[in-house]
């Protein structure tokens, strides 16, 4: 077996699940926090990488510094696709917060489709590239083949952002307040916590998440157009269940057991079927252990 | 809040969206000339289309919480239009002279209006056939463009190896769809709501990517050209005589549909339908049998995709995998949503509107999708029954009159 | 005393840590209506959806005799199969179908005594159209019985909240059983409501010809209906008796009122 083919599917199995851990969070917490299979999260992710190549380009072309150029563009994909998060949230969910729950996961799909077509409309349906702005990291020159500069960069941030989240969630009055409305949201309400507020807070980082992955993984690919939202999207949501929706922690374990099972699926048996582990994965853990990997098992109150 | 309260509330989510916006609509990039154009005249036009929607928006919202809700019956149409139907004779002179428009359409227009006539007759068989899920049972299937692919290539195999003609193709379509129903159902209808919508797009997925790269039967991504139009005692038909054929085959089956899926949902086993998709847990206490209620459903669902499918492959005579995406299923999910769940009315309504409306307003056909993503939000927050909204029937008690 | 119709052995349904039912035994006799009461959360629905199949137990024996037939043990038997037997149920909060007509609600009910299918639906032959005449003969007589039938072509939706705990009576009734089980039949209803809703059950246990469970917390319907009254408290039964012997025990005055009492 040739070892540095397996550490280098690793490796990308690793920076996939990286991407796919900071979108799985937005679903996860948005399903536990209101129920919803936030179908349009995918494209908050779009959304971020858009701003992010705009704003990276006009800075870019502008002959700024590219780590600054980096930093800035990151700042405004959290900050729109944090504010289209909101936005969505508070015009096609919360009127619906009290109906069936179908028409809530119809109105995403809704949502879904025009942010698609809005990005289409208003930019373009080609791919655009995204300048290139991680400068090459020399202590990684050993291991090149490996190991890129934008895959550390990655885990980093990954790492770093997944460790803010749970501060956040355990520490903060909002984080608790958080964890509250998820156990019972009828009772957190009773006892005075802002739901609105809390809701709130749960599309903005969860949104923030998706921007930054959906920054950091189009300066690694290199491209993008308006549709990387929807497949990305849709595994995210499978890492997440995978894990136990609901579960924080599943999340990001889900998140890169898929992205370990796509690298070393697509590396060994043929990149042909890219897409249809995640699908695969999705049936088999439904069927089997709907719960997730993390996930309690709750019976429904009758 | 008055309307100088709205106004204002409106200027503020104008500027709000522009804000909101600004980098998508107004910066433009070009990454292979490295330029960025400035569009500031986006700001105008964002601006006063928000605008606008937000006052419709939220004057709707302030009717709503009002208690003034939209009836045709009891608007100013709608009242002309019963006093006008209710007239003794209207009814039946009405349908007679429909029927014979829609019989004759193919005979008096071209045959370009004649195959866009028909592509949305498919449509209203793949709408009627969703809605037996979505509108009576009450579950989500969002890879319902799979069951209708299947239908499609079952055609254009056996044809391609066996030589097999429309006719033939037509049952064994419903059949190779109804099966491949029984396969997805069942691992999947275990499962509630949301998971389920989910699973079944996973499914269209996966049976896509099967079809793309299982070349040596499906051709993969270039498809399977060359199929036949069908014919009429092997008597074969010019082109333009199959375009009226292959219209009224459509008209045909439409009505035969419309005439089962009538039959079905005023019957037992529909009731129970209805009754799993307002509560399945007291529908079971009931002595519903949820499994083989939701298996019967998904099959009979799935054999009408497959038989819209045979129509499809012998109308364009060319099918690939494109066709039978993930967002062919959201689209027939929008005709049905659209035009109102679990109604016949509502969806012929919704498949009409959403195929020929972007063909007829050239204008409108590129913010197509855009437009029917921001329906489909508006209709379940303002009017999540659809355009038509479903009603049940009212039985009569025979041999009590005394009660009525 | 007239032979069982239901006998329940050490049913045992955890939830996690939570003991819902612990250790519960008890019998239903035939043409009894017996009472289960306990305070809030006492596990009482829990031990209603244990026997009718909406919750696998945990442990323990649920065996159901319909009369002059041979037992069947249920434990796990889906709740379409338990209803099948002759076991029909109420729901505490209400589960109608909202969007359906009243008479609807209780043609639903017919569905487990009945049996037209797909390819009956579509031929709509003679067969099914009897069965569907009889279907709604059938079901607007119940209606009648429970003093529905003027509201037969609303939705549910519109019905007052009294009528629409009726109507899941109905619903159940529709259902042929043998042994009903009511959860909270009375709550939400007005004084004058429960004392016709008494007679009501007085006159479906006749007509009928039903053993009827009944949850209540109402211990005046409890005191004028029940033949037999267990004791519901944290799980575990605590009392049996006639309802006066229950409405004297020590023990269960304590267990509603609190230690301090
Ligand atoms: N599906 C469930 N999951 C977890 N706990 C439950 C579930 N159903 C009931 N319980 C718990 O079981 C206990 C008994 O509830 P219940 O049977 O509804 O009481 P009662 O009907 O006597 O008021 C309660 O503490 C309730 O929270
Ligand atoms: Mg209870």
Redesign the interface.
Same mark, same amino acid.
């Given at each position: 077996m040739d070892v540095g083919y397996f550490f280098k599917l690793l490796l990308s199995g690793l920076t996939r699940g990286s991407i796919y851990a900071l979108i799985a969070l937005g679903y996860t917490m948005v399903y536990g926090i209101i129920k919803l299979i936030n179908f349009a999260h995918g494209e908050l992710y779009m959304i971020g990488a858009f701003t992010g190549l705009i704003v990276a380009s006009v800075l870019n072309y502008a002959g700024v510094d590219p780590v600054l150029t980096l930093v800035i563009a990151t700042i405004f994909a959290i900050i729109f696709s944090s504010a289209f998060g909101v936005t969505i949230e508070k015009i096609a969910y919360k009127p619906l917060r009290n109906t069936q729950r179908l028409s809530a996961l119809i109105s995403a799909i809704g949502v879904s489709m025009f942010l698609q077509n809005f990005v289409l409309l208003f930019q373009t349906s080609d791919f655009l590239s995204f300048p290139n702005l991680i400068p090459e990291f020399k202590f990684l020159a050993p291991v090149e083949n490996y190991l890129s500069s934008p895959q550390i960069l990655i885990y980093i941030c990954t790492a770093i952002f997944l460790i803010g989240f749970t501060v956040l969630v355990k520490f903060t009055k909002i984080g608790k307040a958080m964890r509250a409305t998820a156990q019972d949201s009828k009772m957190s309400l009773l006892l005075g916590i802002n739901i609105n507020k809390v809701i709130s807070v749960t599309f903005l980082t969860g949104s923030a998440a998706a921007a930054i992955g959906g920054v950091l993984i189009s300066s690694q690919v290199g491209q993008i157009n308006f549709y990387i939202g929807f497949i990305v999207g849709i595994k995210a949501f499978v890492a997440a269940v995978l894990g136990g929706i609901g579960s924080i922690g599943g999340a990001v374990l889900g998140a890169f057991v898929l992205g370990l099972v796509e690298s070393f699926g697509t590396g060994y048996i043929s990149s042909d079927y890219e897409d249809l582990f995640a699908f695969l994965f999705l049936i088999l853990i439904l069927t089997f252990k709907p719960s997730g990997l993390l996930g309690?098992s709750l019976?429904q109150k009758? | 809040m008055n309307r100088l309260e709205i106004l204002k509330k409106s200027l503020i989510n104008a500027i709000l969206g522009i804000l909101l916006t600004f980098p998508i609509t107004v910066i433009k990039v070009n990454t292979i000339e490295k330029e960025i154009t400035w569009r500031w005249y986006m700001l105008a036009l964002v601006g006063s289309v928000i605008f606008v929607i937000s006052y419709l928006w939220i004057r709707q919202q302030e009717r709503q919480k009002a208690g003034i809700t939209f009836k045709f019956k009891e608007s100013k149409l709608g009242i002309k239009y019963h006093s006008l139907m209710d007239k003794p004779g209207v009814t039946k002179r009405v349908l007679i002279f429909s029927t014979i428009l829609i019989i004759a359409l193919p005979f008096i227009t071209s045959p370009y209006t004649t195959s866009i006539f028909t592509t949305a007759l498919i449509y209203i068989i793949l709408g009627l056939g969703l809605n037996i899920v979505v509108g009576l049972g009450g579950l989500l299937n969002l890879g319902y463009a799979a069951f209708f692919g299947v239908g499609a290539y079952t055609f254009a195999i056996l044809n391609q190896n066996f030589g097999i003609g429309f006719w033939l193709a037509l049952p064994l379509g419903g059949l190779a769809s109804a099966l491949f129903g029984a396969i997805v159902g069942l691992p999947v209808l275990r499962l509630k709501g949301d998971y389920l919508a989910i699973v079944t797009l996973g499914f269209g997925e996966m049976t896509r990517i099967v079809t793309e790269n299982f070349g040596a039967l499906t051709n993969g991504p270039s498809g399977i050209a060359n199929i036949p139009k069908p014919t009429l005692f092997g008597h074969t038909f010019g082109y333009f005589g199959s375009t009226r054929f292959v219209y009224l085959i459509a008209v045909a089956l439409v009505v035969l549909i419309i005439f089962?899926v009538w039959?079905?949902e005023n019957?037992? $086993?529909?009731?129970?339908w209805?009754?799993m998709r307002?509560?399945d847990?007291?529908?079971?206490?009931?002595?519903?049998?949820?499994t083989k209620a939701k298996m019967?459903l998904f099959i009979?669902s799935a054999s009408i995709a497959g038989i819209a499918g045979v129509l499809f492959a012998a109308k364009t005579t060319f099918i690939n995998p494109q066709s039978f995406t993930v967002w062919e299923s959201i689209m027939i999910l929008c005709i049905v949503v659209l035009g109102g769940k679990g109604s016949v009315r509502g969806v012929i309504l919704g498949g009409l509107i959403l195929i020929l409306l972007p063909e007829y307003l050239r204008a409108f056909q590129q913010y197509r999708m855009l437009i029917f993503g921001f329906l489909l939000i508006v209709m379940m927050v303002f009017r999540p029954g659809g355009i038509i909204q479903?009603v049940?029937? $009212?039985?009569k008690?025979?041999?009590?009159l005394s009660?009525e | 005393m007239s032979s069982k119709v239901l006998e329940i052995k050490n049913l045992l349904m955890q939830?996690?840590g939570l003991k819902a039912v612990n250790d519960v035994s008890l019998d239903i006799h035939e043409s009894q209506i017996t009472a289960l009461i306990g305070p809030n959360g006492a596990g009482k629905?829990t031990f209603f959806?244990c026997l009718?199949g909406?919750?696998t137990p945990t442990s323990g024996d649920i065996n159901i005799i319909p009369p002059g037939k041979k037992l069947i043990r249920a434990n796990g038997l889906?709740?379409?199969k338990i209803?099948?037997i002759g076991l029909?149920?109420t729901?505490q909060n209400i589960?109608?179908?909202?969007?359906?007509?009243v008479?609807?609600n209780v043609?639903?009910?017919?569905?487990?005594?009945?049996?037209?299918?797909?390819l009956?639906?579509?031929f709509?032959g003679k067969k099914?159209k009897e069965?569907?005449?009889k279907?709604?003969?059938d079901s607007?007589e119940i209606l009648k019985v429970m003093n529905l039938?003027?509201f037969?072509?609303e939705?549910a939706s519109n019905l007052p909240y009294g009528a629409q705990r009726l109507l899941e009576i109905a619903?159940a009734l529709?259902?042929d059983p043998f042994l009903l089980l009511l959860d909270e039949p009375a709550a939400g209803m007005n004084p004058q409501e429960t004392i016709e809703l008494i007679g009501t059950i007085e006159k479906l246990k006749h007509e009928f010809n039903l053993s009827i469970l009944l949850i209540e917390h109402d211990m005046h319907l409890v005191m004028n209906l029940s033949d037999m009254c267990y004791v519901m408290d944290y799980g575990r039964l605590i009392a049996k008796g006639t309802p006066e012997e229950t409405a004297n025990n020590p023990t269960v005055i304590k267990a509603y009122l609190g230690e301090d009492f």
């Open positions: 309690k019976k009758v | 089962i039959r079905m019957s037992r $086993i529909g009731r129970s209805v009754a307002e509560d847990i007291a529908c079971e206490a009931m002595g519903v049998d949820l019967t009979i479903n049940r029937k $009212i039985y008690i025979e041999g009590d009660n | 939830f996690g629905t959806n009718t909406v919750y889906k709740p379409n209803t099948e029909a149920r729901f589960r109608l179908f909202q969007n359906m007509t008479l609807e043609m639903i009910g017919r569905h487990a005594v009945t049996n037209a299918g797909v009956g639906a579509i709509n099914t069965e569907e005449k279907i709604i003969h607007h039938e003027k037969a072509n939705f619903r529709a259902t």
